[in-house]
């Protein structure tokens, strides 16, 4: 109850946008706002593993001029996405998702659809249904739609992040900066911190700052996972 009242209080804060805020608030609280001002203003966006919509909705009231180019691919949730963003005109939804491969596969569906995922899932509850959806490499989608450069891209596929930035092959360089969830704890549905901070690293990426640090639910002592935001080290130079 206490941490629902002080969020409550962070993000009317955060909506104040005063100069006092924008020069004081700390770092390492809120991505999407360290963004802001880190960032000069982002003009493609894109959010993979949009759910029902809203980081998208977020990066939207942040960044008003911003073109975003959301990613869900299940069809249930693509359609309260579709509801929740109806008359935001600078989100465009994709109804498939992003991998290393162009294919259709079938995903199992659970009955928390925000935990549906591409990988081998070891849940406490079995999958209640499954749907054949449509993957598509990054790079093409890129190609086929006249983009040539990301401001910003979120990630976040239960761990199916990796299979997402392949997919981007060379145009990853073409990527201002990289937001993912990470995992601490080998597992299917969490892209380990070591894979990908690695593999981001091998492409000229370096970490900027960790976010919403998350501990083992039935063990407060151990982390589980985090939000991680890499930048691109040309914007360092």
Not at 12 to 27: A, Q
Not at 89 to 102: D, P, V
Not at 169 to 192: A, F, L
Not at 204 to 224: A, C, M, Q, S
Request: net charge negative.
């Amino acid at each position: 109850m206490a941490g629902q009242l002080f969020d409550k209080i962070d993000r009317r804060v955060l909506k104040s946008n005063s100069s006092f805020i924008n020069n004081n608030y700390p770092y390492r609280r809120n991505w999407i706002f360290d963004l802001k001002r880190r960032l000069p203003e982002p003009k493609v966006i894109f959010d993979i593993g949009a759910y029902i919509g809203d980081v998208s909705l977020e990066f939207n009231t942040r960044f008003p001029n911003a073109k975003i180019f959301s990613f869900e691919p299940v069809s249930a949730s693509f359609k309260t996405f579709t509801q929740n963003t109806n008359g935001v005109q600078n989100i465009k939804g994709n109804n498939f998702a992003l991998g290393e491969k162009e294919e259709s596969i079938e995903i199992p569906l659970f009955s928390e659809a925000s935990i549906n995922t591409l990988k081998s899932a070891n849940y406490d509850n079995p999958a209640i249904s499954s749907e054949k959806i449509e993957v598509v490499r990054l790079d093409i989608f890129m190609a086929g739609n006249g983009i040539d450069h990301i401001d910003i891209l979120k990630v976040d596929v239960e761990g199916f992040e990796l299979e997402v930035l392949r997919g981007a092959g060379e145009s990853i360089s073409k990527i201002d900066c990289i937001v993912t969830e990470v995992g601490y704890m080998r597992s299917n549905t969490k892209t380990h911190f070591a894979d990908i901070d690695r593999f981001l690293e091998d492409n000229g990426f370096e970490l900027f700052n960790i976010y919403e640090l998350r501990p083992l639910h039935n063990d407060r002592t151990r982390l589980f996972y985090s939000n991680n935001v890499y930048i691109n080290k040309r914007l360092s130079s």
